[in-house]
C-alpha cells in the first residue's frame, strides 16, 4: 500500500520554526514532483511549496522567503522548514506526489496524498 506520512506538526508560538517531515512508504517517488500543501476549515487546499524530480523548486507568495522545500535522496524524505511562522500559516499541512516531474500548483497535480498534520501559530 503506498503511503505518504507527514510528521513535525504541533503548537508554536509566532516567529517560531517548525520542519515537517514526509516519508513515502510503499514505494519511492524518484523523478516526480511533491508538493506541500494547506487547509484550513471551510476554505480549499491551498497550494504552499513543490520541488521538482530534478530538485527546483516554487513556493506560494505567502510563504516565499520564509518556507523551504528540500528532498533526500532521489524518491525519500521530503522537508518543509517554517520559519518566521504567523498565526495566518495555521492549517493542516499536507504532503502530496505529484503526476509529473515539474510541480503543479493545483491538488489536480497530485496523485498521492498524506493524511495531514496540524500546524497551529499562537499570536
Known amino acids: 500500500q503506498v503511503q505518504l506520512v507527514e510528521s513535525g506538526g504541533g503548537l508554536v508560538r509566532a516567529g517560531d520554526s517548525l520542519r515537517l517531515s514526509c516519508a513515502p512508504s510503499?514505494?519511492?517517488?524518484?523523478?516526480?514532483?511533491m508538493g506541500w500543501f494547506r487547509q484550513v476549515p471551510g476554505s480549499e487546499r491551498e497550494f504552499v511549496a513543490g520541488i521538482s524530480g530534478y530538485g527546483g523548486t516554487v513556493y506560494a507568495d505567502s510563504v516565499k522567503g520564509r518556507f523551504t522545500i528540500s528532498s533526500g535522496n532521489a524518491g525519500s524524505t521530503v522537508y518543509l522548514q517554517m520559519s518566521s511562522l504567523k498565526p495566518e500559516d495555521t492549517a493542516v499541512y499536507y504532503c502530496a506526489a505529484g503526476r509529473a516531474a515539474v510541480p503543479g500548483r493545483l491538488p489536480s497535480n497530485y496523485v498521492f496524498w498524506g493524511q495531514g498534520t496540524q500546524v497551529t501559530v499562537s499570536s
Open positions: 510503499g514505494r519511492t517517488f524518484s523523478g516526480v514532483a
